[in-house]
């Protein structure tokens, strides 16, 4: 099983709409939890921190469910300009072995069009 | 503007070849690490560097090499690599290892 699991898509959407993307992770030992985004041949930046009680940066708003081990993304009014690669990642714990590693999902291709 | 910058931007070479990726961070920051992103996989991580020492390979070939001379500056010294090694090379730094990691815009390396 994969550490990160993500639908790929690709998410193919008109503006305006509202569109999620969903992630699992096999590690329970797992501390933080982020959103990417990566443009075409760019590297990719940090969009958005999640936590427990949910997050919410304008049109983005972030879940996480420790239980299932499971990150949501839910992108309302989508605008042209979200069309990118998001990626789910996590990071290991402070004190295990796994400290300060960023583990990546595959990422899920969004295109929003006119 | 990123403060994380990588040199070349691309970079074409035989298998015979030995070349060297540059990575300079200018953000005062502890941390460095190597990623690699091949096509149709995820971001993988290859070695992290804190404070100049090694904290981390995550079971990397002995073909890349990498370098910390000092916490601004990292380097990937590449011979004798594999058609399958061609892939975009990303850079990131980080204050510490807690702490969010700023990526560079990567090399493109294709290996022939």
Redesign the interface.
Same mark, same amino acid.
């Given at each position: 099983r994969?550490e990160?699991e993500q639908d790929p898509g690709p998410f193919n959407v008109p503006e305006g709409a509202t569109v999620a993307f969903n992630c699992t992770y096999s590690n329970s030992a797992s501390q933080s939890f982020f959103w990417y985004r990566q443009d075409c041949?760019?590297?990719?930046?940090?969009l958005m921190s999640v936590y427990s009680s949910g997050n919410e940066d304008g049109r983005f708003t972030a879940q996480l469910n420790r239980a299932s081990q499971y990150i949501s993304l839910l992108i309302r009014d989508s605008k042209l300009s979200d069309s990118a690669t998001y990626?789910c990642v996590v990071k290991g714990r402070?004190g295990g072995t796994s400290?300060?590693?960023?583990?990546?999902?595959?990422?899920t291709i969004l295109t929003v069009h006119p | 503007e990123?403060g994380v910058t990588q040199t070349p931007r691309h970079l074409v070479m035989g298998m015979t070849n030995k070349k060297s990726l540059k990575c300079e961070q200018h953000l005062g920051h502890n941390?460095m690490y190597w990623y690699k992103q091949s096509a149709?996989?995820? =971001?993988?991580?290859m070695f992290?560097y804190?404070f100049k020492e090694q904290?981390?390979n995550n079971s990397v070939p002995s073909r890349f090499s990498p370098e910390c001379p000092n916490s601004s500056h990292l380097f990937l010294h590449l011979h004798t690599l594999q058609p399958e090694d061609s892939a975009l090379y990303?850079c990131a730094s980080?204050r510490? =290892?807690?702490d969010?990691?700023y990526?560079?815009?990567?090399t493109?390396l294709t290996v022939t």
């Open positions: 994969k990160v041949r760019k590297e990719p930046k940090l990626l402070a400290y300060g590693k960023l583990t990546f999902g595959q990422g | 990123t941390a149709k996989k995820p =971001l993988e991580l992290v804190n904290t981390e990303l980080s510490g =290892l807690a969010e990691q990526f560079g815009p990567g493109r």
